[in-house]
């Protein structure tokens, strides 16, 4: 996740591990800033060193957890093969990615409203590309 390698020697990763985690379980509404502080052992006023707000710092988790996993989808979609190959390959990453990056995928799914390809770099639907419109 590419927001876990920035800032690497300061809190943020930190930071980041304990929202993921307390947003997954809890869901971002139900999650304050202290909450995020008690959880990751840091000064809430040292998380806003960071993160302007819970609303920024779940954009910014959700962004990049997103870019990554449309990424994979739209590699697939892209790539050679078949269109029941590539739906088999396309659905082998959602299964992977509930199962290995349950926390995270939860985040996805929760926060979905955001454009998938205004964040994958996709300039147009899998559908289209798969032709199942």
């Known amino acids: 996740m590419q927001i876990l ?9 930190v930071i980041i591990r304990a ?3 307390l947003f997954s379980q809890r869901g971002v509404d ?18 806003y060193r960071h993160f302007a707000s ?4 779940s954009r910014e988790i959700f962004v990049s957890w997103y870019g ?4 994979n989808v ?15 390959r396309v659905a082998a990453v959602e299964l992977a990615t509930a199962e290995e990056l349950q926390m995270r995928f939860c985040i996805l799914r929760k926060r979905a409203e955001i454009s998938p390809l205004a964040l994958s ?3 147009e639907s899998p559908h289209r590309s798969l032709n199942i419109d």
């Open 5 to 13: 390698e920035q800032k690497p020697g300061t809190k943020r990763p």
């Open 19 to 21: 929202a993921t985690s």
């Open 30 to 47: 139900a999650t304050s800033m202290r909450h995020i502080a008690d959880a990751s052992g840091i000064r809430e006023a040292a998380i």
């Open 54 to 57: 819970k609303e920024e710092l």
């Open 68 to 71: 990554w996993y449309s990424g």
């Open 74 to 88: 739209c590699e697939i979609v892209r790539g050679p093969g078949s269109i029941s190959e590539k739906l088999r």
């Open 121 to 123: 770099g996709c300039t």
